[in-house]
């Protein structure tokens, strides 16, 4: 038996280095990849999901034995780690530009004016992750566009960590160790991937719950949190509320499932809520943008109206007629990890719902799942952000419960059912983890020929003319990253993303007096076929629009490379 484990552990390994050895000896992108799912050979793909899988069930199986040899579990847990990181750090040995075409590039604008003045600036209303950017690249002298690949593997590893911890001392180390593992297998999907204040303030969620749930003495635990606070508040506006949401209710239930009802004495959690309504007030309400935001919010309380994120959506639904089943292949994965662990915490309650003890433990996490639920439907008619930041909070508190289903109890009654469900874990760890036409989108890879094409084109253009853009390069976005967010808003006739005002026309039909830029990308082509190839007549803009337009006499190419075109309309 020992040799045969000995056997697994070799050949897992062995196929983590072949795998490994393909993926570093090909050949660096030198250009716009629609999916890093399609630059690699399948059997890449799938020595990923069988290593992952293996892993996974192995170290779930030899966990429930409690003599089994701890050597076992770490060489497992290494080989997992490992892999995952690969998967994770895929764009960095692609040689990609920058990852991350949204946002990203808006948070590499926020680090270039701190590196070129020397301060934050008037609207930087959450600095904490620009400032760490810019002082790693000072210190190590590591560019911030690599920082964008390597960052959010970093914070994926701690965020593990914490969590783990946070499991470990509210419901114990059974519990602790399957959330381990499903928590290692991107249950976020992209959004492990991606450079944002709201990911990587994960991290201290998850530290600040574990220290609350901490048996250390009281003082002790009070300063540590309002130190995790005033960092919070910095690092995200909405992360911090979420938190201090989480906090409360964390206390309230534990005393419930404690059945100890005596909150008076609870006196820390006034003095956490206090520290964290005065920093969050104090700093935020100093800021016209988050004021706006917030008039905006009480605004929708009073008179619902729909989330923007929540109708864009729809509208894109709508306006390509997508049938229901390419609706639920994108929002299978996109949400896997949310629905798989829902799916599972309630099958937990019903299963141990006769065992009261553990019932109860699990309570304020239960009810925590079940605020968070509460709150993501509200998010439909409640003008926030992104809806889907409250579907990872459900996802976090429901986790522990579908890992003991899936990683505990299903591996005792029915080993083939749980080698199953482990595979299909995997597959979507796997698949889900970067942005590709899987889920409705593409890549998140920025090239070089796409910045510098840009780059010319704000050296170069009229601004006294405007410039319209596809839809996947947004030139507002792309100038912040070059020359800072502050330059942005100073920079004339630079057109906003916001509600389309910087699109291309529906197949290119300008009405305009003056002059205007066209900037065409290489992926809008490439989204369209990747994600709606039989809705052609759909399309916005179409590859033969493109080429009479470039034989119009009044359009003219001033720029053209690999992955960007820009012409001339007079």
């Known amino acids: 038996m020992a040799s045969l484990k000995r056997v697994i552990l070799v050949l897992l390994a062995l196929f983590l280095v072949i795998t490994q050895y393909s993926i570093l000896s090909t050949e660096q992108a030198t250009h716009y990849d629609v999916s890093v799912y399609s630059v690699?050979?399948?059997?890449?793909?799938?020595?990923?999901?069988?290593?992952?899988?293996?892993?996974?069930?192995?170290?779930?199986?030899?966990?429930?034995?409690?003599?089994?040899?701890?050597?076992?579990?770490?060489?497992?847990?290494?080989?997992?780690?490992?892999?995952?990181?690969?998967v994770l750090l895929i764009p960095l040995f692609r040689g990609y530009f920058i990852y991350g075409r949204t946002d990203e590039l808006e948070h590499l604008g926020k680090v270039r004016d701190i590196l070129l003045t020397g301060h934050i600036g008037d609207n930087n209303f959450y600095p904490l992750m620009h400032i760490l950017i810019s002082d790693i690249f000072k210190v190590s002298n590591i560019f911030p566009n690599v920082l964008t690949?390597?960052?959010?593997?970093?914070?994926?590893?701690?965020?593990?960590?914490?969590?783990?911890?946070?499991?470990?001392?509210?419901?114990?180390?059974?519990?602790?160790?399957?959330?381990?593992?499903?928590?290692?297998?991107?249950?976020?999907?992209?959004?492990?991937?991606?450079?944002?204040g709201n990911m990587f303030a994960y991290y201290l969620i998850f530290l600040g719950l574990a220290v609350w749930a901490s048996d250390i003495q009281k003082l002790k635990k009070s300063v540590l949190i309002s130190i995790i606070i005033f960092a919070l508040v910095y690092f995200h506006p909405l992360q911090s509320i979420y938190f201090i949401v989480a906090l409360?209710?964390?206390?309230?239930?534990?005393?419930?499932?404690?059945?100890n009802f005596l909150f008076s004495k609870e006196r820390s959690i006034f003095y956490v809520l206090g520290i964290f309504v005065s920093a969050w007030t104090a700093w935020y309400l100093s800021f016209k943008e988050t004021q706006r935001g917030l008039?905006?919010?009480?605004?929708?309380?009073?008179?619902?109206?729909?989330?923007?994120?929540?109708?864009?959506?729809?509208?894109?639904?709508?306006?390509?007629?997508?049938?229901?089943?390419k609706l639920l292949q994108f929002a299978l994965y996109k949400y896997f990890g949310v629905f798989a662990y829902l799916i599972g915490l309630f099958l937990f309650m019903i299963i141990y719902k006769n065992r009261k003890s553990l019932f109860f433990r699990y309570l304020p996490f239960f009810v925590l799942s079940l605020i968070f639920i509460f709150w993501s439907g509200m998010n439909i008619f409640l003008h926030t952000v992104n809806f889907e930041r409250s579907l990872r909070f459900i996802l976090a508190f429901s986790l522990p419960a579908g890992a003991m289903i899936y990683f505990r109890y299903l591996p005792k009654k029915n080993k083939a059912l749980a080698i199953f469900i482990i595979l299909l874990i995997s597959y979507f760890a796997i698949f889900?983890?970067?942005?590709?036409?899987?889920?409705?989108?593409?890549?998140?890879?920025?090239?070089?020929?796409?910045?510098?094409?840009?780059?010319?084109?704000?050296?170069?253009?009229?601004?006294?003319?405007?410039?319209?853009?596809?839809?996947?390069?947004?030139?507002y976005r792309f100038y912040e990253a070059m020359y800072g967010s502050d330059k942005a808003l100073e920079a004339k006739n630079l057109l906003y993303f916001g509600a389309g005002r910087s699109l291309i026309p529906e197949h290119f039909n300008f009405i305009s007096s003056k002059p205007v830029y066209i900037i065409v990308g290489r992926a809008i082509f490439d989204y369209?076929?990747?994600t709606m190839p039989e809705k052609k007549e759909l399309w916005r803009l179409h590859p033969f629009e493109l080429t009479k337009l470039k034989t119009s006499r009044e359009v003219e190419v001033i720029y053209s490379s690999s992955d960007i075109s820009i012409y001339l309309k007079y």
């Open 40 to 86: 690699y050979p399948f059997w890449v793909w799938l020595n990923l999901v069988v290593i992952v899988g293996v892993s996974s069930f192995y170290y779930c199986t030899i966990t429930i034995s409690e003599t089994e040899n701890r050597n076992v579990q770490y060489w497992l847990m290494t080989i997992l780690t490992i892999t995952n990181v690969t």
């Open 149 to 196: 690949v390597l960052l959010p593997s970093y914070f994926w590893a701690i965020s593990l960590f914490w969590f783990y911890i946070f499991v470990k001392n509210t419901l114990g180390d059974i519990f602790a160790r399957a959330s381990l593992i499903a928590w290692a297998l991107f249950p976020l999907g992209y959004w492990h991937t991606t450079m944002v």
């Open 248 to 259: 409360v209710a964390y206390t309230i239930f534990s005393k419930i499932s404690q059945r």
């Open 295 to 325: 008039v905006l919010f009480l605004s929708s309380l009073i008179e619902p109206s729909e989330n923007p994120f929540v109708k864009m959506y729809v509208s894109i639904a709508s306006r390509y007629e997508l049938p229901i089943t």
């Open 432 to 475: 889900t983890v970067h942005k590709s036409p899987l889920s409705g989108q593409l890549n998140s890879q920025v090239s070089s020929s796409e910045y510098y094409g840009m780059g010319w084109w704000f050296d170069n253009r009229n601004e006294n003319w405007k410039g319209y853009e596809d839809g996947q390069i947004t030139q």
């Open 528 to 530: 369209y076929n990747a």
